[in-house]
């Protein structure tokens, strides 16, 4: 029989012994509702197997010339999004609930073509997804802006794994026309490369969703004198884990802020298909503590923040849009859930594993208000990723959003302190989040390594999985549990005085990370990746695991390891070259001199050692 996998896995799958040889020439029969997908299915058919089928909407083809049959029939598929693929001597037939049905079918079909070739056995498939919508957010504001190319390249790959929404989460990296002051260094998406993206997206079934913060994550523009009378504060605050220095959020009583962000949404909005819009107002940590302080002790802090939630909804609505919004305030208000417009969209967010995303849901499906979870992928603060918090998060997140009725499953990658990850130490996550958001039942049993290989890095020995897969779980050698960052990450980041400090550290702990680098890494001897940016991926993987070694051995020195400082601020200076290398490789310049200043202050720290 033949050895294939699909990705994500169908509902349902037959497989019998005979196979179906594709004929040098054939038509490709469709309605005008399956376009996009039989242009997919040409594309593909000549790149795997160097065959043009020609399409046709003539329903008096002879039966013998037609080699796929694309057409929607709700009745065969009726599930939203679903479809139906069978293959016979007669040839293959995909029918399909709607267009993005189609387009799914054509996505298994082109993967059993890239796996197998021109012979295919007979085999059914009835399948569908668990989640309405399934997106992945980018974040292009902590420091990567990513180039064009970037972008389609993830566009094509999250349309192949049956993604369909896409958002870049955006504090300054759009570049508007009237405040060329908060983006001319950031290198920002322009109105034209939105439109262009857009379209892109469109043609592969992805819903590219607008993305503006308009509350709390706002220094980039407080900082500048325009905008600094917008400021909550200007001055040091308090925050859960201790203390901030401001500027950071709008202040919500100041009219000017309302009349900023009303200003930007007609600027940024006309250049989306999308009727959603994020607008994300998460982690306003310093609300109450400045210009609102008065208004929050008289009607709480929570009533304050709702109220200025609703005014941006208001502006949302009247231009035509839903809006969604990260839920992390109002979940600590419980009594306010329920003022919450219903038809606005809470983004439920958490990280860690044992984010209680059960509890949330359960209460804001109890007040009627629809939600989407969101998990991440565990990327950030992390050099490596996460790989055992990852999968835990990513499947909670799934479990609980379809045990209470989430509208969608939202999958984030962030960029925190000078986003010092590399693109692929996402893959992993972004594979999971896509095989939960489709099937959560099959992704149970996954084999991860095995499918990151095979259908991210296009890498059918399993090494590529395998090597991304155990580099991101060395973190948990260091004997230290971090919230939503990993001790390596903050031992290149944080100063040597804090790192002493807080202590919890083992020479033989940074040791054993070292070797568990290494051992990970042995896979690289045997892998065999055929996509076209191989080479620099085994440039970033071995970046990363260079950062890992080195963050040991910067532990290793701190805990009293003789005589390493001049070798540590070469090694530093070499992956500071090649992380600028590696960077400009993907994308933009902006960004990059904010994302080297941590390397530059731990060079300085190497220099007065030694």
Request: charge should be negative.
């Given at each position: 029989m033949a050895n294939f996998q699909l990705f994500p896995t169908p509902k349902r799958i037959s497989v019998y012994e005979t196979i179906y040889q594709l004929p040098v020439t054939a038509l490709i029969l469709l309605d005008e509702h399956s376009m996009a997908a039989a242009q997919r299915f040409q594309q593909a058919l000549?790149?795997?197997?160097?065959?043009?089928?020609?399409?046709?909407?003539?329903?008096?083809?002879?039966?013998?010339?037609?080699g796929l049959r694309i057409l929607l029939a709700p009745d065969l598929a009726p599930q939203p999004q679903g479809y139906r693929l069978t293959v016979r001597q007669e040839g293959i037939t995909i029918w399909a609930h709607d267009s993005a049905g189609a387009f799914y079918g054509v996505a298994t079909l082109i993967q059993l073509i890239e796996q197998l070739g021109r012979d295919l056995p007979y085999l059914d498939v009835q399948d569908w997804p668990d989640f309405?919508?399934?997106?992945?957010?980018?974040?292009?504001?902590?420091?990567?802006?990513?180039?064009m190319e970037t972008l389609f390249a993830l566009v094509d790959r999250l349309a192949s794994w049956k993604i369909n929404q896409l958002q870049l989460y955006t504090e300054h990296t759009f570049a508007y026309r009237n405040h060329p002051i908060v983006w001319q260094k950031a290198s920002p998406m322009t109105g034209e490369e939105i439109l262009i993206l857009d379209a892109y997206c469109r043609e592969r079934m992805i819903e590219l969703v607008?993305?503006?913060?308009?509350?709390?994550?706002?220094?980039?523009?407080?900082?500048?004198?325009?905008?600094?009378?917008?400021?909550?504060?200007?001055?040091?605050?308090?925050?859960?884990?201790?203390?901030?220095?401001?500027?950071?959020?709008?202040?919500?009583?100041?009219?000017?802020?309302?009349?900023?962000?009303?200003?930007?949404?007609?600027?940024?909005?006309?250049?989306?298909?999308?009727?959603?819009?994020?607008?994300?107002?998460?982690?306003?940590?310093?609300?109450?503590?400045?210009?609102s302080q008065d208004a929050c002790a008289r009607r709480g802090v929570g009533r304050v923040y709702l109220e200025y939630l609703l005014k941006v909804y208001g502006e949302v609505v009247r231009r035509g849009f839903r809006m969604q919004f990260w839920g992390d305030i109002v979940t600590q208000y419980p009594d306010l859930v329920a003022a919450l417009p219903r038809d606005a969209i809470a983004l439920l967010w958490?990280?860690?594993?044992?984010?209680?995303?059960?509890?949330?849901?359960?209460?804001?499906a109890a007040a009627g208000v629809p939600f989407y979870v969101c998990p991440g992928t565990s990327s950030w603060c992390s050099l490596a990723g996460r790989t055992d918090n990852a999968l835990g998060n990513l499947r909670a997140a799934a479990l609980a959003g379809l045990e209470f009725g989430a509208l969608g499953y939202l999958n984030t990658d962030w960029g925190d302190y000078g986003h010092w990850q590399v693109l692929p130490v996402s893959f992993l996550g972004w594979v999971a989040g896509a095989a939960y958001a489709w099937n959560a039942a099959a992704a149970e049993s996954a084999n991860w390594p095995s499918l990151v290989s095979q259908f991210a890095f296009d890498d059918r020995s399993g090494s590529m999985g395998q090597v991304m897969y155990d580099l991101g779980n060395v973190y948990q050698l260091s004997g230290q549990a971090l919230h939503n960052s990993s001790a390596l990450f903050w031992l290149l980041r944080w100063p040597a005085e804090r790192i002493l400090e807080r202590g919890g550290l083992s020479k033989e702990a940074l040791v054993a990370c070292r070797a568990a680098v290494e051992r990970a890494c042995l896979p690289l001897l045997?892998?065999?990746?055929?996509?076209?940016?191989?080479?620099?991926?085994?440039?970033?993987?071995?970046?990363?695991?260079?950062?890992?070694?080195?963050?040991?051995?910067?532990?290793?020195m701190l805990l009293g390891a003789q005589n390493m400082q001049r070798e540590l601020r070469e090694d530093l200076r070499q992956i500071v070259e090649e992380y600028r290398t590696v960077w400009l490789l993907r994308n933009r310049p902006g960004g990059l001199a904010d994302s080297l200043a941590g390397f530059e202050e731990l060079l300085a720290e190497y220099q007065a050692l030694a």
């Open positions: 000549w790149q795997q197997v160097q065959l043009r089928w020609e399409r046709t909407l003539s329903a008096t083809i002879p039966p013998e010339l037609i309405a919508a399934r997106g992945v957010m980018l974040d292009i504001s902590r420091d990567k802006v990513p180039t607008p993305n503006q913060n308009s509350f709390g994550h706002m220094q980039r523009w407080l900082k500048h004198a325009p905008y600094a009378h917008l400021a909550e504060t200007q001055d040091e605050f308090r925050v859960p884990w201790g203390k901030m220095q401001g500027p950071f959020s709008l202040a919500p009583v100041n009219p000017g802020s309302l009349e900023l962000i009303s200003g930007l949404y007609d600027e940024l909005l006309p250049h989306f298909s999308s009727r959603l819009f994020n607008v994300g107002c998460d982690e306003t940590f310093d609300l109450g503590q400045g210009q958490g990280y860690e594993a044992e984010h209680p995303f059960r509890e949330q849901a359960q209460q804001f045997s892998e065999r990746m055929t996509r076209s940016d191989a080479e620099l991926i085994r440039r970033e993987v071995a970046l990363t695991a260079r950062m890992l070694s080195h963050a040991c051995r910067r532990g290793e």
